[in-house]
Structure formats: structure tokens, C-alpha cells
């Protein structure tokens, strides 16, 4: 590994966490949310500053190429991650869905009540 893609490849995991801090920060990025990018991010700086963890990590789960596995590692935490959305979009379609019946429910009684205030108020 030549000196130039060690030195990037720590500062592509520290500009990653630092982002992700940054947007924890401003609160654009819940925590919950964040938990996957941070421990890749951490992950990656790792690997970053002990390049050998790879191969060490790789040797461990009976993988021959390294880069195999960093390519495995990332497909399954964004299929995590995308899992995680899932299953909050269902959770606001049906707030959503909950929210629409109520409300209609409202307008109904609403207008029941105004059609009855003008019955009285025509007598």
C-alpha cells in the first residue's frame, strides 16, 4: 500500500465520521440513523491507521481477498440500513393512514354539527 492511499484512506474515514458528527450536531441526522455511519466510519478509520486488521479480519472469516470482504461488510450494512428505513416508512404510513381516518372522522362529526346548528338556528 503506497503512502498516498494510506494517508487517503485515513482521511476519507475521518471527513465520514466528521460529517456525520456535524449533521448529529445540527440535529439533521437522528441518532438512531447515525449508528450504522459511525461504525462504518470507525470501522473504516481502522482499517485506515492497521491496514493488517483487514487481512487479519479477512484470514479470521476464511476470506482470501481482503477487498472481498470490505465489499461484503458495506453491501450488508447498507441492506441494514435499508431495512431500517423500511420498517420506519411503515411505521409513518400507517401514523399517516391513522391521522387521515381521524381526521375524516372529525369532519364528518363537524359537519353533523353545523347541519344541526342551522336546523336549530332556521326554526
Do not use: K
Not at 472481498?68 to 409513518?92: G, M, P, Y
Amino acid at each position: 500500500m503506497s503512502l498516498t492511499s494510506y494517508i487517503f484512506g485515513i482521511l476519507a474515514a475521518l471527513a465520514t465520521l466528521g460529517v456525520v458528527i456535524e449533521m448529529l450536531r445540527r440535529r439533521r441526522l437522528r441518532e438512531r440513523h447515525a449508528i450504522w455511519w459511525l461504525m462504518s466510519g470507525l470501522a473504516a478509520l481502522i482499517i485506515g491507521i492497521f491496514p493488517g486488521a483487514l487481512t487479519w479480519a479477512a484470514d479470521l472469516v476464511g476470506v482470501e481477498v481482503p477487498t472481498n470482504l470490505v465489499f461484503f461488510v458495506s453491501i450488508a450494512v447498507l441492506v441494514l440500513v435499508c431495512i431500517q428505513h423500511s420498517a420506519e416508512l411503515t411505521d409513518l404510513e400507517n401514523e399517516t393512514r391513522t391521522l387521515a381516518e381521524v381526521t375524516a372522522l372529525q369532519d364528518v362529526r363537524i359537519r353533523r354539527l353545523e347541519a344541526t346548528s342551522w336546523s336549530a338556528e332556521g326554526r
